[in-house]
C-alpha cells in the first residue's frame, strides 16, 4: 500500500511514459521469433548448404525469413546454430 | 490491487506457454525496463532498444530459473540494471563524470519501483481514469487533445483529472470504490 497525496501520485506517474510502440510489439512476438528460429536451425542441421548461407549473413538469413533481426535475435540464432 | 492478475499468475501462465499472458507481461514490465534504461541509466536510441528487448529475450529463455514466480518485478530490475551497465561499459563509457550520474541511479530506481507501484493501481481503476491520466502525466497531452480524443468538453477535462487522481489514491490505499462515476 502506497500513501502519497495526488500530486505525488501525478509525478510518479510521469516517470513511466510510453513506450516507442513498436519496442513492445517486437517483445511480445518473441515466442513466435522463438520457433522460427527454431525451424531455421532445425533446416541448417539438415541442409549444410542453407547453414553455410546463413552463418555468412545471419541477419540476412532472418531477414530472408520474416524476421526482424534485431540484435536479441541475432544473438540467440548465434548460440543456437553453435550449440547445434 | 483487485481484480488484476498477479504477477505470479501470470508468470506462471507463461511458462505454460501462454502468449496471452506473454502479452500480458510485456505490457506490465515494458515501462518500467524502458524507465530503468532511459532515465536510471540516460541509455538513449539504439542503447536503450538494444536493453530492451535483450531484458525480454532474457526473461522469456530463462523464465524457468526462476526462483519464485512473485519474484519476477526484481529480477526484471535487476538485469536491466545488469545490462544497462554491461552497454555503458561496451561503449566506453566509463569516464568518471557518468558513473556520478550512474551513482544517482539508486534514488531514480527507487522511484521508479514505487512508479510501477502507482502504475498497477492505474491499471486496477481502469478506464476512464486509466486513460485520461496516461494521457495526462504520461503522454505529456493538452486539455484540448485529451477532450479531442476522448470526446469530452475540454473545459473538464481538469476536474476529471482531480477526481481521478482521488480514485487512484483510493486504489493504492485499498479503499477504492468499485463502479464509482468519475
Redesign the interface.
Known amino acids: 500500500?502506497?500513501?502519497?497525496?495526488?500530486q505525488r501520485?501525478?509525478e510518479?506517474?510521469?516517470?513511466?511514459?510510453?513506450?516507442?510502440e513498436g519496442?513492445?510489439r517486437?517483445?511480445?512476438e518473441?515466442?513466435q521469433a522463438?520457433a522460427e528460429l527454431a525451424a531455421i536451425v532445425a533446416r541448417a542441421e539438415e541442409d549444410a548448404v542453407f547453414r553455410a548461407k546463413v552463418v555468412a549473413d545471419l541477419e540476412a538469413a532472418l531477414e530472408a525469413e520474416g524476421i526482424d533481426p534485431?540484435?536479441?535475435?541475432v544473438?540467440?540464432l548465434r548460440v543456437r546454430l553453435e550449440q547445434a | 490491487m483487485a481484480g488484476l492478475t498477479t504477477d505470479a499468475e501470470l508468470v506462471a501462465r507463461c511458462r505454460a506457454?501462454d502468449?496471452s499472458a506473454?502479452?500480458e507481461l510485456?505490457?506490465r514490465f515494458?515501462?518500467?525496463?524502458?524507465?530503468i534504461a532511459v532515465?536510471g541509466f540516460r541509455l538513449q536510441g539504439h542503447d536503450a532498444?538494444?536493453v530492451?528487448?535483450?531484458v525480454?529475450?532474457r526473461v522469456?529463455?530463462h523464465l524457468d530459473r526462476l526462483r519464485s514466480d512473485e519474484a519476477i518485478r526484481p529480477w526484471i530490475a535487476q538485469l536491466t540494471r545488469r545490462l544497462c551497465i554491461d552497454r555503458l561499459r561496451a561503449s566506453g563509457r566509463e569516464a568518471p563524470a557518468e558513473l556520478e550520474e550512474t551513482a544517482g541511479a539508486d534514488e531514480r530506481l527507487a522511484?521508479?519501483d514505487?512508479?510501477?507501484?502507482?502504475?498497477a493501481?492505474?491499471d486496477a481503476v481502469g478506464d476512464p481514469c486509466r486513460e485520461i491520466?496516461?494521457r495526462f502525466?504520461?503522454?505529456?497531452q493538452s486539455y484540448k487533445v485529451i477532450g479531442d480524443a476522448l470526446d469530452l468538453p475540454s473545459g473538464t477535462i481538469a476536474s476529471r483529472i482531480?477526481r481521478c487522481?482521488?480514485k487512484?489514491?483510493s486504489e493504492?490505499?485499498?479503499k477504492i470504490v468499485r463502479g464509482s462515476r468519475v
Open positions: 500500500m502506497i500513501d502519497y497525496d495526488e501520485i501525478g510518479l506517474l510521469r516517470l513511466l511514459p510510453a513506450v516507442p519496442w513492445v517486437a517483445a511480445q518473441l515466442p522463438r534485431i540484435p536479441s535475435v544473438a540467440a | 506457454g502468449q506473454w502479452n510485456v505490457e515494458s515501462r518500467y525496463v524502458y524507465a532515465q532498444e538494444d530492451f528487448q535483450e525480454f529475450a522469456y529463455e522511484a521508479l514505487d512508479a510501477l507501484t502507482v502504475r493501481g492505474l491520466l496516461d502525466f504520461c503522454r505529456d482531480s487522481l482521488t487512484l489514491r493504492l490505499e485499498g
